[in-house]
């Protein structure tokens, strides 16, 4: 995922830029909203955090300019106007969502995962290299050879395909694996070790990575 972040205050700016990077998220960044507008004109971003305030042009006014001409390109305003009436004309600019500061980072993580996909809904097949999921018959192939996975396998690996290539916390896969809350690191272990062996280790590429403290991953090494 490709963001710009169009923050004038550096430090905050690069405390977003640094919590998602856990996710593999790379940003840009535009300190004013004439900066912010002419990167998001030249740029290929899949979503814009923007604030508020800005110097030079307001965000509202940022808004408003990409809008009228087509830029479509979901926005995020993150900004301390909090009134009713200024989350309003936020919206009325063209903003696909309005945040006040301060917000916590995984709140706000969560935001842009929910626009990012309502902009990009899913296919029934999904491709990672040569790993092919197709979602609605709930089947698995690499390399054109089927993939005999248990069921808690499939979840695991539906998320990570759902996610790639950004690293999903182990803590959201234990969730989404057993949302009953009763989850067993030791059968989480060996789960993910089935996985891998009938994933990975036939196939000269490993497609499921760990990072370590940060979570998994699936993806080439190449992207």
């Known amino acids: 995922m490709q963001i710009l972040i169009v923050e004038d205050d550096a430090e905050l700016a690069a405390a977003i830029a640094d919590y998602l990077s856990l996710f ?8 004013s909203g004439s900066a912010g507008l002419e990167m998001a004109c030249r740029g290929d971003f899949d979503i814009i955090i923007l604030d508020l305030m800005l110097p030079r042009m307001n965000g509202i006014s940022v808004c408003q ?3 009228e001409r087509g830029y479509n ?22 903003v696909d969502d309005y945040v006040t500061k301060p917000c916590a980072m995984p709140l706000l993580w969560a935001r842009l995962q929910a626009i990012y996909r309502r902009n990009n809904p899913p296919s029934d097949i999904l491709i990672i290299g040569s790993l092919k999921l197709d979602l ?16 808690i396998g499939w979840k695991i690996i539906e998320l990570l395909a759902r996610h790639s290539p950004s690293v999903v916390p182990r803590k959201t ?3 989404h694996v057993w949302p009953d809350g009763q989850v067993d690191s030791g059968n989480f272990n060996v789960q993910l070790h089935m996985l891998r062996k009938v ?6 590429s490993v497609l499921i990575h760990t990072l370590t403290g940060k979570g998994l991953c699936l993806k080439e090494l190449s992207e």
């Open 173 to 175: 896969i234990e969730q």
């Open 199 to 204: 994933v990975d280790h036939p196939y000269d």
């Open 73 to 94: 390109t979901p926005i995020l305003m993150l900004t301390a106007c909090d009134t009713d009436a200024d989350q309003l004309e936020g919206f009325l600019a063209g």
């Open 136 to 151: 609605r018959r709930q089947k698995a192939c690499r390399s054109n050879q089927p993939l005999k996975l248990s069921p």
């Open 24 to 31: 593999e998220v790379d940003c840009d960044f535009a300190y």
């Open 65 to 67: 300019s990409l809008r």
